[in-house]
């Protein structure tokens, strides 16, 4: 079991933090407004795709709704495997940071 | 929500549902359609589109339909390949600048060379939209070399006796105004002969073609429309067909309407065609009224030769039972096509070369680009090619990223070839044929398009090719030291700047020849000068009395208009684009045959006609409104060339002359006036002859008014269409513009031939520039070690300047050196555009060089600056 990449890491964040309704279009909203960064959809899903075949999330085919012209969408949930690789990659950073001063506020 | 129910587009849903993994392909674009309508409000529609469509593409991309693309990771051919298309993308990114010289020196060259090549397919290279184009033929009587219209007469005799000849028609030029609903409208027409379309091989979309039987004389009230005509003034009604229409105050019938595709090269303006309807009883029927132009087709098997013996036994006859009629007769038999691409082909030659130049500056300058990013990658590619990497694998990479590049390009070059078809076509004067097939060519596009990166790719390719046989240390350590200057690279530029002062030089010829033909005396003051082409029909104007007397109505009504001084009217104007001119016989000097007269232009003028044209009298008086009345004596003014030729003085004052027939009066001269160049400033002035209006045997319903002004004369030109309008209810004013401008119309080929080149010689110029700091700028930052060593060793930035300047004016020297030798040597592609000036004027060349210099400089000085402010301890602490 790898080490997870940053945007690994972001992608998990942000699919823990929304729980049932984890697709494309919210992730994306997620990480762009907590980070500033305008990731493709197509990015995502290749980091979340990536994510489900190292057995970190899950996928299932949900509703088709009418604002996406009648196409289903596919959601994600995080693992129990996936939870702990993000509780490993978060505490290696706190331990790194810890101590560390690099101007910013603590948190 | 409308923008969701037009949104998204269908082809590209369907690309993404047909090329991605149908696990996929809802989730991405079902999330796209559901962020749309967000981004359209944030960023707009075309953003939002824009964005759209970028991310359908990386869908595709990331997950690919293909399971064998989808299961390996960057191995499978195509997934590889698609890789390296994103990495190619990627570079692009990294290195804008460079990507967009890239994207804009291809967009040049392949919009460019679009353009053009789009114009000349159909003019030149397309055969003629008739059938069997190939055996159509002109025939042009000749007379001692000089070839001519032919005389209604003669075109009998060749239809009655020519055993060649399978059809054979005849056309003139004919301008009637059109009457009926709306106002009277004149158009350009041809007057043929029944078998006119016949010969051409192309027949009515609608209704009937002329009948055998309708050209005679009392029969001929039939006409045929052109589809734009029938479906702007008619309102394309299919039941006009048979009904009739009022053309110039007679009611004709339309028989047929032509197809939209018809082209009538002998007049591509043609609207309209009347059957001819001639009889040899008529007096402008007989065979010295050469107006016709005649047009056959041989039988099958006849050959062209064999055609053209058959013509030349037929003259020699004609010209034995006519002595009076012909002087040195003969036909020349010229092919259609070549006929109607002979004033246009020299120009388009030239430019198709020019176009080729600007191609392979175009795919000299890409190849440099790329040359210049895969040396400085030559330690990546060693890199790779020691992890394993084959030398295919390598290439392909170089190939797919030269494949974005190119589509960025050719998006780029059909922006640039819509555009400058659309300029060029609207500075293409009108008469030109073919003109309305000309239409931007794809295959044109896609050819110009696979050339340049053909050419361009193929230089990049080299050092992938040289990679391979890299040992990684060698070319690592090289990379970074490199010092060594890249021969190859300003070889590569040095041609660019030749060729780039080829085309300059060219552009500048064509300039001086412009500047000499307008500065040529044109034999008349145009300045303050205004005029109109005006012209009544009808019934009324049946007798030459009724035009007489309007057209002293027009001379008083513009005499009027308030700043106008002086005016005159006249049958025709110089460098009006109206060749009419007569045989000139003198009472004391006769001549056995008439036919071998000199022939001068014939202006019948009204009284003040020097005045206004300002047309200087070197003997005797100008006319004086005691001449210009009817039943006043038959005077004359000649031009003092005319009188040289017959008398070889030009004092000739009291001497008589006749104009054509020899049953024509004689006209008394009174004056002679200086010569004016009639059929253009670059053509030697030709002989004039003037006869007041009311004393000439005919009267033409069109007429040329000329006013001088006191002023600036296109003030005045609103006021005298009012008055001039006001004067007859059927007049149809053209052409109301000031004198200047019909001076600098008649120049139109020549600028056309100059803008050409010198929007060539500008974008050449442009991308020798771009590589010279392409090279310039490669060079310093494959010397930012070796310039930080100098540095830190005392090199002052003057000297490190100096260094660089040093290789730029290397290149721009030896470039600008073989180009002008090539301006020079080339002269005669060009020769026969210029005027009054030698392909290797010095001082066009000195201006050619001195903007090469300020090109040089300009690309120089950032690279230059960036040589400076190299900062030695930074580069040493790399």
């Not at chain 2, 795919?363 to 400085?376: C, D, F, T």
């Not at chain 2, 053509?683 to 006013?707: C, G, K, R, W």
Request: charged letters at 20%; one cysteine or more.
């Amino acid at each position: 079991m790898g080490n997870l990449g940053e945007l690994e890491q972001i992608v998990l964040m942000a699919v823990l933090r929304l729980g049932a309704d984890a697709y494309g279009v919210p992730v994306h909203a997620d990480i762009e407004r907590r980070t500033g960064r305008e990731l493709s959809i197509a990015a995502i899903y290749k980091t979340l795709e990536r994510l489900r075949e190292k057995g970190f999330l899950t996928a299932r085919v949900g509703d088709p709704t009418p604002v996406r012209g009648g196409r289903a969408k596919r959601q994600y949930t995080i693992t129990s495997t996936g939870r702990q690789a993000l509780k490993a990659s978060i505490r290696t950073i706190r331990r790194m940071a810890h101590g560390l001063d690099v101007g910013l506020e603590p948190s | 929500m409308t923008s969701v129910m037009t949104f998204p587009p269908r082809v590209l849903v369907k690309l993404a549902t047909r090329l991605m993994r149908d696990d996929m392909c809802d989730a991405v674009v079902g999330d796209l359609v559901e962020r749309f309508p967000d981004r359209e409000r944030e960023h707009g529609a075309l953003r939002a589109k824009v964005w759209f469509a970028s991310e359908i593409v990386r869908g595709i991309l990331q997950f690919p339909r293909s399971p064998r693309l989808a299961t390996s990771r960057g191995d499978g051919l195509v997934q590889g390949f698609l890789d390296d298309l994103r990495r190619g993308a990627r570079l692009m990114r990294r290195a804008p600048m460079q990507a967009f010289l890239c994207t804009l020196t291809l967009g040049v060259g392949i919009g460019a060379a679009t353009a053009i090549f789009s114009i000349a397919d159909p003019m030149i290279l397309r055969p003629l939209p008739y059938a069997s184009p190939d055996k159509l033929f002109m025939v042009w009587e000749t007379d001692g070399g000089m070839r001519s219209n032919t005389g209604f007469a003669t075109f009998q005799d060749v239809l009655n006796r020519s055993t060649s000849v399978e059809r054979i028609a005849v056309a003139g030029s004919w301008q009637p105004t059109l009457f009926g609903e709306g106002s009277p409208t004149q158009v350009t027409g041809l007057r043929v002969s029944w078998s006119y379309f016949r010969t051409l091989g192309v027949s009515p979309a609608l209704g009937r073609d002329f009948a055998p039987e309708e050209d005679a004389q009392a029969r001929n009230g039939v006409v045929v429309l052109s589809d734009a005509l029938w479906r702007t003034r008619f309102g394309g009604d299919s039941a006009l067909v048979g009904k009739t229409i009022d053309v110039a105050g007679r009611q004709m019938i339309v028989a047929g309407v032509m197809p939209a595709g018809y082209d009538d090269v002998l007049e591509p303006r043609a609207r309209i065609w009347r059957v001819l309807g001639y009889d040899q009883t008529l007096s402008f029927a007989c065979r010295s009224c050469r107006h016709l132009r005649m047009v056959a087709r041989p039988k099958p098997g006849v050959t062209p030769a064999a055609m053209s013996q058959e013509l030349s036994a037929l003259s020699a006859q004609l010209q034995a039972e006519h002595p009076q009629d012909y002087a040195r007769a003969g036909f020349q038999l010229v092919g259609m096509q070549e006929e109607v691409t002979r004033s246009i082909r020299p120009v388009i030659n030239a430019v198709m070369v020019a176009v080729l130049l600007l191609l392979v500056i175009a795919a000299v300058n890409v190849g440099g680009i790329q040359l210049a990013r895969a040396l400085r990658r030559d330690g990546e590619f060693a890199m790779r090619a020691a992890l394993g990497a084959g030398a295919g694998r390598l290439t392909r990479q170089l190939v797919a990223e030269g494949l974005v590049q190119a589509i960025a390009g050719g998006v780029v070059g059909v922006i640039v070839a819509k555009l400058s078809l659309a300029s060029i076509l609207h500075a293409l004067p009108d008469t030109l044929p073919r003109l309305a097939a000309v239409h931007l060519d794809l295959r044109a596009l896609a050819v110009a398009a696979a050339l340049t990166l053909a050419g361009g790719f193929a230089l990049g390719l080299l050092p992938a090719w040289h990679a391979r046989t890299l040992s990684l240390m060698s070319s690592v350590r090289s990379a970074r030291v490199a010092a060594r200057p890249h021969r190859l690279r300003s070889v590569l530029v040095t041609s660019e700047v030749a060729l780039a002062v080829a085309l300059l030089a060219a552009a500048g010829l064509l300039t001086k020849s412009v500047r000499e033909v307008l500065s040529v005396p044109p034999g008349f003051a145009e300045s303050d000068v205004a005029t109109a082409q005006l012209q009544v029909s009808g019934p009324r104007f049946a007798n030459g009395t009724e035009i007489l007397a309007w057209q002293d109505r027009v001379l008083d009504a513009a005499r009027a208009v308030p700043g106008v001084t002086s005016v005159a009217v006249a049958s025709q104007l110089p460098l009006g684009g109206n060749f009419d001119a007569f045989g000139i016989q003198a009472e004391d000097k006769p001549l056995d045959n008439p036919q071998l007269a000199p022939s001068a232009d014939r202006y019948t003028v009204s009284a003040d006609f020097f005045r206004t044209m300002r047309v200087p009298l070197i003997d005797g008086r100008a006319f004086e409104s005691g001449d210009n009345r009817t039943g006043a004596a038959p005077v004359a003014v000649v031009s003092a060339s005319l009188a040289q030729r017959i008398w070889h003085t030009t004092h000739v004052v009291g001497k008589r002359i006749q104009l054509g027939e020899p049953t024509r009066p004689w006209y008394s001269i009174v004056g002679v006036a200086g010569d004016m160049h009639h059929r253009g400033l670059d053509v030697a002035e030709t002989m004039q002859v003037y006869i007041p209006t009311h004393t000439f045997f005919f009267t033409d319903n069109q007429v040329d008014l000329v006013v001088r002004t006191s002023g600036d004369p296109s003030r005045v030109l609103p006021a005298l269409r009012s008055a001039v309008s006001a004067t007859d209810p059927t007049v149809v004013v053209t052409r109301l513009s000031p004198m200047s401008e019909v001076v600098r119309a008649s120049t139109a080929q020549r600028r056309l031939s100059l803008t050409l080149f010198g929007a060539f010689a500008v974008f050449a110029l442009f991308l020798a520039g771009a590589g010279i700091f392409g090279a310039l700028a490669a060079s310093v930052a494959e010397r930012r070690r070796e310039i930080g060593l100098r540095s830190a060793l005392g090199a002052t930035p003057r000297g490190l300047a100096w260094m660089v300047l040093r290789q730029s004016i290397l290149m721009t020297a030896i470039g600008g050196a073989a180009g002008i030798a090539c301006a020079v040597a080339s002269g005669r592609l060009i020769g026969g555009m210029l005027y009054n000036v030698r392909p290797g004027d010095p001082v066009t060349l000195a201006i050619v060089a001195a903007v090469l210099g300020a090109a040089m400089v300009i690309a120089s000085v950032l690279p230059a600056v960036r040589a400076m402010r190299v900062h030695p301890a930074e580069v040493l602490a790399e």
